[in-house]
């Protein structure tokens, strides 16, 4: 039960969270780097194939950094605990979803067909993953 807490917190974090590496059109972080590089490589995927101006890198940035310190806070409150209740998980998806509309507002209708179906793609494999671990 632990494992699967755990797990969901990973998830709910990873949402949402996109890199700012992937907005600034470098590479990746590779697998095995640290629960750190987990956003990082969300993030990459949830812009997956849309390519970024300056501005819009520039406005990614910002609203990333407007939500780290309120991802963190929960992050680190659940580590705490070593659990991660139903009030905080609703948080961390609030927050989630908020960041992701925001960074969908700024793409062109042909980025936010890409960004949806990323977002679409990675809320299915984390609904396998959250059904094969029950």
Request: proline letters at 2%; a positive charge.
């Amino acid at each position: 039960m632990k494992a699967l807490r755990i797990a969901t917190l990973a998830a709910a974090l990873c949402v949402g969270i996109t890199s700012v590496a992937a907005a600034q059109g470098t590479e990746p972080p590779q697998q095995g780097q640290g629960e750190a590089r987990r956003g990082d490589r969300m993030g990459g995927m949830l812009l997956k194939d849309i390519t970024l101006t300056d501005a819009q890198k520039d406005q990614i940035k910002t609203i990333r950094e407007k939500y780290m310190p309120q991802q963190m806070e929960l992050r680190k409150a659940a580590q705490a605990t070593g659990q991660l209740d139903d009030a905080t998980r609703a948080k961390m998806m609030d927050l989630n979803n908020k960041q992701a509309a925001e960074i969908r507002a700024i793409l062109t209708a042909d980025q936010q067909a890409i960004f949806d179906k990323n977002l679409a793609e990675m809320k299915e494999r984390m609904a396998a993953r959250k059904n094969g671990s029950s």
